[in-house]
């Protein structure tokens, strides 16, 4: 069974890093695309970057380029999102997602999230 645990989040100041990390589990992920997607109070949820799994093409929301790094460790099975010049409106649970086959959304797989709070 597929398992995606994502950490890191927090409460940081506008301007400020966070990184996240999102740790698989369950099978090999060696076809698999994998992203982070996010979901804002009162809004709904919005891919915000995604990478191949062995071919390390990424491709990034508008809201995040320039800001946000997207990275992966395949022999740790482990996803990163580096967040940089944070702002208020990147408050938001940050979720994992994976998907077996090139491409994301659509997304088989979700982890719980990860609450990141960007104060002004």
């Known amino acids: 069974q597929v398992q995606l645990v994502e950490s890191g989040g927090g409460l940081v100041q506008a301007g400020g890093s966070l990184k996240l990390s999102c740790a698989a589990s369950?099978?090999?992920?060696?076809?698999?695309?994998m992203g982070w997607f996010r979901q804002a109070p009162g809004k709904e949820r919005e891919f915000v970057a995604r990478?191949?799994?062995?071919?390390?093409?990424?491709f990034y929301a508008d809201s995040a380029k320039g800001r946000f790094t997207i990275s992966r460790d395949i022999a740790q099975n482990t996803v990163y999102l580096q967040m940089n010049y944070l702002k208020p409106e990147d408050t938001a649970v940050y979720y994992c997602?994976?998907?077996?086959?090139?491409?994301?959304?659509?997304?088989?797989?979700w982890g719980k999230g990860t609450l990141v709070t960007v104060s002004s």
């Open positions: 997602t994976a998907r077996r086959g090139p491409g994301l959304p659509p997304v088989d797989y």
């Open positions: 369950g099978r090999s992920f060696s076809s698999y695309t």
């Open positions: 990478i191949s799994w062995k071919g390390s093409s990424s």
